[in-house]
T-cell receptor
């Protein structure tokens, strides 16, 4: 399976600031996704990161709040902008379409964000 | 809208017993299902998947059963170990041009020594 790393692993931020989370995969993948997991909850898809074009956002998520980049097939970033305490969550990078297991979707370790 | 849900939010078993975690789905068009295990402080880990043209699939100590008639999915863990303690999520994919996994609420499995 693809090895996925995220930076930072956790952070504590002040409201009104922004945080950029990085996702790096050890092999090329077709699809990359960003999820949010609020405390004690299930996973909610924020957006699909598209290489070389704008991300595809799910209902309730907008580009101004969660800008996403995907410059190549192994790297993506998610920015959480103008943070408020309600943004405190785990943010997860996920990938699909690797050469070894093209149909399976894998997750990174997550970034634990606390907004004060 | 379409959703994936779980019958039991928590499950407590004795070490060595078999565990069964259930999941109901409402989208009859779903054709691919995945079970994930999420340990505390970690990201979800792929356990096993199954396609709609199958009704059973086995892995190491795990079996997934799919009943399309009643839209029900289950994960069976044999000889449950303390290391199996985690939250288990089922997820479904219903096809279409926009690939998207929909996740259930999750079941917390606690294994008592």
């Amino acid at each position: 399976s693809a090895v996925i790393s995220q930076k930072p692993s956790r952070d504590i931020c002040q409201r009104g600031t922004s945080l950029t989370i990085q996702c790096q995969v050890d092999s090329q993948v077709t699809m990359m996704f960003w999820y949010r997991q609020q405390p004690g909850q299930s996973l909610t898809l924020i957006a699909t990161a598209n290489q070389g074009s704008e991300a595809t956002y799910e209902s309730g998520f907008v580009i101004d709040k969660f800008p996403i980049s995907r410059p190549n097939l192994t790297f993506s970033t998610l920015t959480v902008s103008n943070m408020s305490p309600e943004d405190s969550s785990i943010y997860l990078c996920s990938v699909k379409g690797g050469t070894l297991s093209p149909d399976t979707q894998y997750f990174g370790p997550g970034t634990r964000l606390t907004v004060l | 809208g379409e959703s994936v849900g779980l019958h039991l939010p928590t499950l407590s078993v004795q070490e060595g017993d078999n565990s069964i975690i259930n999941c109901a789905y409402s989208n009859s068009a779903s054709d691919y299902f995945i079970w994930y295990k999420q340990e505390s402080g970690k990201g979800p880990q792929f356990i096993i998947d199954i396609r709609s043209n199958m009704d059973k699939r086995q892995g190491q100590r795990v079996t997934v059963l799919l009943n399309k008639t009643v839209k029900h999915l289950s994960l069976q863990i044999a000889a449950t170990q303390p290391g199996d303690s985690a939250v288990y999520f089922c997820a479904e994919f219903s096809g279409g041009s926009n690939y998207k996994l929909t996740f259930g609420k999750g079941t917390l499995l606690t294994v008592n020594p």
